[in-house]
């Protein structure tokens, strides 16, 4: 028996109910962030929008013991597959497929990033709860709420409604005060007022984020060649010290293309769990047939699009390249894992956990 199947009572109900009989650890994020919370560990969170990078991903936290967590935004696995193609049935079984594999033994999570409501519209609100149904069945194990286009009292209100489900089978919640956009393309840093006035407005309404995510000056996708990195760190550390008595910490999100020097000061800002995505779009294209990425490419360019949009159309091309580009590709991301969980100083941190937990 291992060591960490003793952390299998954290695994919330809608993943035992799919789980059950057998020691994979995908567990609730709600007792891990709230063990890390003062610890300065980040856990680093994986958009999967290619699954060649899983493997690489894996091998890197199996070697250094690191928890890690796999997710899709809204935009990405929608119930009808977003553009990557993926629903959240699809997503999950792609996760679980490589996990027992590779008989990966260590605590995972698998996150619902950005389920997103652009505006207090019925449509919108509804959208995102049939979303969250689909992910609860598919057996995600925590959930990012994202109602930050919204003003503060209709992102509280928002959210609240839509943490409902969450609530009730005990998974941890990241909630989204100051949509995280680049600051020369408008967005504003999130004040500590704003963020004190939204998780006070959620905790008197019973709800309890582990995570709050800010616009501190990241944006999402790949920086413009010049394009310079403008983190406030020190405004997100004090945003920390205030939601800190709430039991809640900060997610980083936009990390592709920041420097591993300022990286691996995100810690001690009271930074917990790191967003990654676009860097693993970046490698599995490195890796992809030249044919099939000129062919992506050439796609994107007469649809004027960016080439993420391709990954849907191109999935099934995609899913079925040749071993050598999938080792290819398993390797860069293996080499990038490694890179990143020590900045993060999420090396060890699953046997923290089980210390932690047990």
Known sequence: MSEYEKLLKYRPPNVEKKLAGTKILLLNSQPIFQAILDLPIIVMACNIRIRHTIPGILRASRELESIVAFELAKSEGDIDGGYTGQTPEIFVQTILE??????????????????????????????????????????????????????IPDNIRITTELAKPIIELGIGLEAEVGEIKALKEGGELTTVEEALEYIKGLNGNGVKPVLLATNNGSKHGNYAPGEEVHIDLERTRE??????????????????????????????????????????????HQGLPEDLFARMKKWAEEN????????????????????????????????????LLKAFRSEGSAKKLLELLD
């Open 98 to 151: 490589y996990v027992e594999g590779m008989n990966y033994s260590l605590p995972f999570i698998i996150h619902g990033d950005h389920i997103k409501v652009k505006d207090t519209s019925e449509e919108e609100i509804e959208s995102a709860k049939k979303l969250i149904q689909a992910e609860i069945e598919a057996g995600y194990s925590s959930f990012a709420i994202d109602a930050s286009y919204n003003e």
């Open 304 to 339: 004027q699009k960016d080439i993420k949009f391709a990954t849907r159309v191109f999935k099934k091309e995609i899913d079925s390249i040749p071993e050598e580009n999938k080792k290819k590709i398993e390797e860069m991301a293996y080499q990038e894992a490694k890179s």
């Open 239 to 284: 945003i920390f010290k205030a939601v800190r008595p709430f039991g809640t910490a900060i997610a980083q999100h936009g990390i592709t293309g920041t420097p591993l020097h300022l990286i691996g000061q995100f810690a001690d800002y009271g930074i917990r769990k790191g967003n990654v995505g676009t860097q693993w779009q970046n490698i599995a």
